[in-house]
């Protein structure tokens, strides 16, 4: 079974300290994988769509990578307004449906 | 704002009552996906509908149903609620099926 894994499920972070968030996937036949934002309550928010391995898309403090078996999100010198829950996902394809991770539930504190 | 458009926004009903949901996508999307989120369960993908045809289904029940009208707007019906079908549910849309997507802000429903 198609599989999306992040990791960790919860990361405490002080104001300014840079840090990664990990996505890993064990979908054959990949066909880009997608970052969102979401606070609690809403609905996700778009980050980043990565196609291909060694791909970086970059926004503010957020900077997403791609290799041919993981991702990552990292987020550098963070401030309390990037507290959210992150999210990645498969897109569907062919007979794929799309399907996201548990996410990662970061906390900056001030 | 992404421009998916849901209602209710809340909605407290009975067990075994049937709800429906609407959600209209994003001007010019043509692809609609319900997911149902809970606490324990994560984002969990249900139905996609692609300019009107079912594109890819997910764990749906039985109990739940859903269509996409010709001016691309879409409805999830939920019948024979349970409690634990309390959930957050939300729409999103996109330009064609396997594009990024965009969200709305959801629907609390509230099985009691």
């Known amino acids: 079974e198609d599989q999306v894994t992040q990791s960790p499920e919860a990361l405490r972070l002080q104001e300014g300290e840079s840090s990664s968030l990990n996505c890993s996937y064990t979908v054959s036949g990949l066909r880009g994988l997608f970052w969102y934002r979401q606070d609690p309550g809403k609905g996700p928010e778009f980050l980043f769509t990565l196609y291909s391995a060694g791909e970086e898309k970059e926004k503010e403090r957020l900077k997403a990578t791609l290799t041919k078996k993981e991702s990552f999100l990292h987020i550098t010198a963070p401030k309390p307004e990037d507290s959210a829950t992150y999210l990645c996902a498969r897109p569907p394809g062919g007979s794929y449906i799309p399907t996201f991770g548990r996410g990662t539930s970061l906390i900056v504190h001030p | 704002d992404s421009g998916v458009t849901q209602t209710p926004k809340h909605l407290i009903t009975a067990t075994g009552q049937r709800v429906t949901l609407r959600c209209s996508p994003r001007?010019?999307?043509?692809?609609v996906y319900w997911y149902q989120q809970s606490l324990d369960q994560g984002l969990q993908f249900l139905i996609q509908?692609?300019?009107?045809?079912?594109?890819a289904k997910g764990n749906i029940l039985e109990r739940f149903s859903a269509q996409q009208f010709p001016d691309l707007h879409s409805e999830l019906n939920l019948s024979s609620l349970e409690l634990g079908d309390s959930a957050l549910y939300f729409c999103a849309s996109s330009v064609a099926w396997a594009d990024e997507q965009y969200f709305g802000p959801g629907t609390r429903l509230t099985v009691t």
């Open positions: 001007s010019g999307d043509l692809s």
């Open positions: 509908y692609y300019n009107g045809e079912e594109r």
